[in-house]
């Protein structure tokens, strides 16, 4: 069967500014419980990989400079 | 190499004590099996990270069963959890758990969680059940996690995170012997001997799908889609009473809670759309959920939580608690909403359907040391059987199963399995790798549960389950033989989508099972509309026998704590009269 990708915009957002994951941090992708987030090839930054998100905050609460936000996923919001 | 690539290959570690999952129960138990054995070997197995994973997460606002000397007795709280699950309780476990809870929340305490006290210094302790007080809350709730991970650290437990348990392995005897799991990010296959293990999984609370039609929109953390009742099943363990469904009363579309335990106490109520309050109590049961749902179908839903009477101080505090922890983006999305509690009232809807003892009773079969029907095998938490057992009965009962399990370990060698089992479970777990082309787990998970709100969300009607039964059938058929997973991430996906649908027929099959109606709204069939104690006053068991899922009845055992006839249906008194 042949297969397609579709545009979702994440609830998850980072500030690549305060992000350091390109000094060698990852606190948000070791907590989040869903496994979603990713430390991109291309910018060196945590960024929101897959769109299942609990809206939970570990990855906010836990970043060490403030640069994630969590927002209400839009279908829910 | 990229991550989520993947690796694959095998290798094998063995232990004294497997504990899989790193939630709530899974800490306590590594940390109490480790203390009665502090030369044996425990690993802590985690499907996601022990510092952030499972229902508490992002902590808790509080304890929701506390037996607290001088504002409870056991007798009264066991007599209250047996009424409130309409009898089926085997209360010597409850009893014992009512026993135990207060050791636990010194230990907790001296764990550097603190619980709110009176200017007397005695534990202010809050009235949400329709009897009993039981409600504890907790001021640094958001520390739980970080201050179990410290005591974990100290203990020198073996964790290994973002390991998904996929099955129980198990000797010729029916011995448990240790389990398979997956690594999240390699698909690298993981095999733990063990002498005995203790199954910690959390809930099915991926089962329903959320109205949102967002997939993990879930009321349950997401990441508990079942996997423990699931390998619990196909190990031969008996499951009891899943026909007692979980649904919660929650923010609408938000999906969590709202939160009453925390408000109520402070003046808040639930109301329907004339502002009039129309259930007794706010606390979780299958009664409570019935006059809930039948209000929100009258003309007199939606159904709200009413705090906008209360003081602004007062709402001020609430706020600080239900903005800070448990589900912290709740001041998000009403903040979003321009819901401001001091002007308006919450609109509260029900949740999607899951297993979950933790709110309800439906869960691995255990006795009062947590031991499941499989030697060797325990359990504890949210899918282990103890009813209504909240937070503090996961710790508890995770206490339990942890001192027993080592006690088990330090008299049993290792069981045998067969290689061939390992060899088997590898060619499953990697199938959907191997394919070059078919459907996401995503869309299969989807279609499993869009079937399970369709056709198994109470009121339970026989024709439609045994359709739903043939469209999960269909679905399953597709699961085994054209679900594809293109990187390790996807991989862990498609296992969760094998749980899930397992957890949906079990779910249709156990209620089925029971031929009357009970619970509430957990359990109510349109077919069999009425209790009937004469044939249904039991447990329902259910477990797989010669590869297929079978049901039986098992009596509930004698009271240690008797029931008066006048108190049996205390919780059947859920609605409001109208004043005489």
Not at chain 2, 27 to 41: D, G, I, Q, R, S
Not at chain 2, 79 to 88: H, L, Q, R, S, V
Request: a negative charge.
């Amino acid at each position: 069967m042949p297969l397609a990708s579709y545009q979702t915009s994440v609830p998850v957002v980072v500030d690549d500014v305060k992000c350091i994951a390109d000094k060698g941090c990852t606190v948000c992708v070791d907590v989040c419980p869903l496994d979603v987030l990713r430390i991109s090839d291309m910018t060196g930054k945590a960024y929101m990989a897959y769109d299942e998100c609990w809206y939970c905050m570990p990855c906010e609460a836990d970043c060490p400079t403030g640069a994630v936000t969590v927002n209400i996923p839009y279908l829910l919001k | 190499m990229a991550m989520d690539e993947i690796v694959g290959g095998s290798s094998e570690v063995s232990c004294d004590v497997l504990v899989i999952g790193g939630g709530t129960a899974g800490p306590m138990a590594a940390l109490k099996a480790k203390l009665k054995n502090p030369k044996a070997n425990v690993v802590l197995l985690e499907k996601a990270n022990v510092k952030r994973s499972g229902a508490i997460s992002m902590g808790m606002d509080g304890l929701n069963n506390a037996v607290i000397p001088g504002y409870a007795t056991p007798e009264q709280y066991t007599k209250e959890i047996t009424i409130a699950n309409d009898g089926i309780v085997d209360q010597k476990a409850v009893y014992k758990y009512a026993q135990n809870c207060y050791g636990i929340i010194e230990e907790l305490d001296s764990f550097g969680i603190r619980f709110l006290k009176n200017e007397n210094g005695d534990y202010a302790v809050k009235k949400v059940h329709h009897i009993g007080t039981y409600v504890l809350p907790m001021p640094n709730g958001e520390t739980v996690k970080k201050a179990l991970y410290r005591q974990l650290r100290r203990a020198r437990i073996l964790i290994s995170n973002r390991y998904m348990a996929t099955r129980l392995l198990t000797s010729g005897d029916g011995r448990v012997a240790g389990a398979i799991s997956i690594n999240t990010r390699t698909a690298e296959m993981l095999v733990i001997k063990a002498k005995a293990v203790i199954l910690c999984m959390g809930a099915a609370g991926r089962l329903g799908l959320p109205t949102s039609g967002y997939m993990f929109g879930t009321y349950e953390n997401a990441a508990n889609s079942g996997d423990g009742y699931a390998m619990a099943y196909h190990a031969g363990a008996a499951l009891a009473n899943l026909e007692c469904f979980q649904i919660n009363p929650l923010i609408k579309d938000y999906n969590g809670p709202a939160c009453a335990y925390v408000a109520g106490p402070f003046g808040a109520f639930t109301a329907n759309n004339e502002g009039n309050r129309f259930i007794e109590c706010d606390y979780w049961s299958g009664q409570m959920m019935l006059e809930f749902y039948n209000e929100l179908l009258s003309g007199k839903g939606p159904v709200f939580l009413q705090l906008k009477h209360l003081h602004d101080k007062t709402i001020e505090e609430i706020e600080s608690t239900l903005h800070k922890v448990e589900r912290p983006t709740r001041g998000r999305f009403q903040e979003g909403r321009g819901t401001n509690y001091r002007t308006e009232s919450i609109e509260m809807h029900i949740s999607e359907i899951g297993f979950c003892s933790g709110h309800s009773a439906s869960g691995v079969f255990v006795d009062d040391f947590a031991r499941t029907t499989v030697p060797g095998l325990y359990a504890a938490g949210d899918m282990a059987s103890v009813p209504h057992n909240y937070m503090l009965g996961a710790f508890t009962n995770g206490s339990v199963a942890g001192t027993d399990a080592m006690e088990f370990a330090d008299n049993h060698d290792f069981a045998d399995f067969d290689a061939a089992d390992v060899a088997k479970e590898y060619d499953r777990v990697m199938a959907p790798t191997r394919r070059e082309d078919g459907i996401p787990p995503n869309q299969i998970e989807y279609k499993a549960r869009r079937l399970v709100n369709d056709y198994l969300q109470p009121p339970k009607v026989t024709r439609k389950f045994e359709l739903g039964q043939r469209r999960l059938a269909e679905v399953r058929q597709d699961m085994e033989q054209q679900m594809i997973a293109r990187n390790a991430h996807e991989l862990l996906r498609a296992l969760e989508t094998q749980s899930i649908l397992d957890c949906a027929d079990m779910a249709a099959h156990a209620s089925l099972y029971r031929e009357e109606s009970r619970w509430g709204l957990y359990h109510l069939r349109t077919d069999f509309p009425d209790k009937d104690n004469e044939n249904w006053f039991c447990h329902t068991l259910l477990s797989k026998k010669d590869g297929r899922m079978t049901s039986e009845k098992r009596a509930v055992q004698p009271y240690v704590v008797p029931v008066a006839d006048d108190e049996k249906d205390l919780y059947d008194k859920q609605r409001i009269r109208a004043s005489a």
